[in-house]
């Protein structure tokens, strides 16, 4: 299935914001020359993930890519993260982010049992309605195919991790 998440609920809203908010446009308004291509939106894209990073769809913005444009990786964001600023980060994604590891859905069942209870809603969800249009095949929020309530240990060894120092450190994903 597409996945337009970024776009949609990141992209589109600070547009909105910016239009109304700050420019003082009304809805449906045509925007000013002047405005156009006249600012700047940094998105957090890493280096890793440059493949992302695209030119702008939006007639207001010009996109910048700071964390690609200094060849930043996630373990180089985690450094300045900890180091600089004193705090431990990970991947920001919604819970059922078709890009999670089964490890992720083991690791909210833990340590965030709510999030869990909603993520298994969300799968039941999926497993007892057709989608529409409707789709050649079923859908599952776990990588391996199956319902969360049917996820193995085995399953769920695959963490995305990489090294801080001497230690390894899961990626959020």
Known sequence: ??????????????????RR???GYRPYERTLSLDIHAHQMHMGIMFEERHRAKPSKLKLFVNRYPLVE?????????????EVLGIQTRASCCLFCPFHTNYFYQHIEVHEPSCYACARRIDELVESRQAK???????????????LRELTA???????????????????F
């Open 70 to 82: 200094m060849g930043w990786t996630r373990p180089m964001c985690y450094a300045y993260n900890r």
């Open 21 to 23: 908010n700050l420019l």
């Open 1 to 18: 299935m597409p996945r337009q998440c970024t776009y949609e609920y990141k992209v589109k809203m600070i547009e909105r914001f910016v």
């Open 154 to 172: 085995e399953d769920c060894q695959d963490a995305q991790t990489f090294f801080y120092y001497d230690r390894t450190v899961w990626s959020g």
């Open 133 to 147: 249009p409707p789709l050649k095949s079923k859908l599952f929020l776990s990588r391996s195919l199956k319902r």
